[in-house]
Nanobody, 123 residues
Framework: QVQLVESGGGLVQAGGSLRLSCAAS????????MGWYRQAPGKQRELVAG???????NYGDSIKGRFTISRDNAKNTVYLQMNSLKPEDTAVYYC?????????????????WGQGTQVTVSS
């Protein structure tokens, strides 16, 4: 069974940095796209950053120039380096991955989500 496990969230002061990690594990044959989304209280989930297997990236407008997404294909892991954090970055951050699983209740290509990690930026 496939799992995505995030880590690295926490409390930080405005202007500080955090690095999130998300590792995919289980019966995986390949991973295509990986990304990070966030959801603040009372708001819709929004794209933070995405990265395809070849390395091309895209970012949400609100974080451009401050966050950097990267991935280690050998470790099935995606990272989000967050710099110059602002209070408005406070949210639960979720990673997702479009991948092909080979065993479990769902075999084949589908999108998986992590459980989320809380990021809180104090002013």
């Amino acid at each position: 069974q496939v799992q995505l496990v995030e880590s690295g969230g926490g409390l930080v002061q405005a202007g500080g940095s955090l690095r999130l990690s998300c590792a995919a594990s289980g019966s995986i044959s390949s991973i295509s796209d990986m990304g990070w989304y966030r959801q603040a209280p009372g708001k819709q989930r929004e794209l933070v950053a995405g990265i395809i297997s070849g390395g091309s990236t895209n970012y949400g407008d609100s974080i451009k120039g401050r966050f950097t997404i990267s991935r280690d294909n050998a470790k099935n892991t995606v990272y989000l380096q967050m710099n110059s954090l602002k209070p408005e970055d406070t949210a639960v951050y979720y990673c997702n991955a479009l991948l092909t699983s080979t065993q479990g209740p769902v075999v084949g290509l589908r999108t998986y989500w992590g459980q989320g990690t809380q990021v809180t930026v104090s002013s």
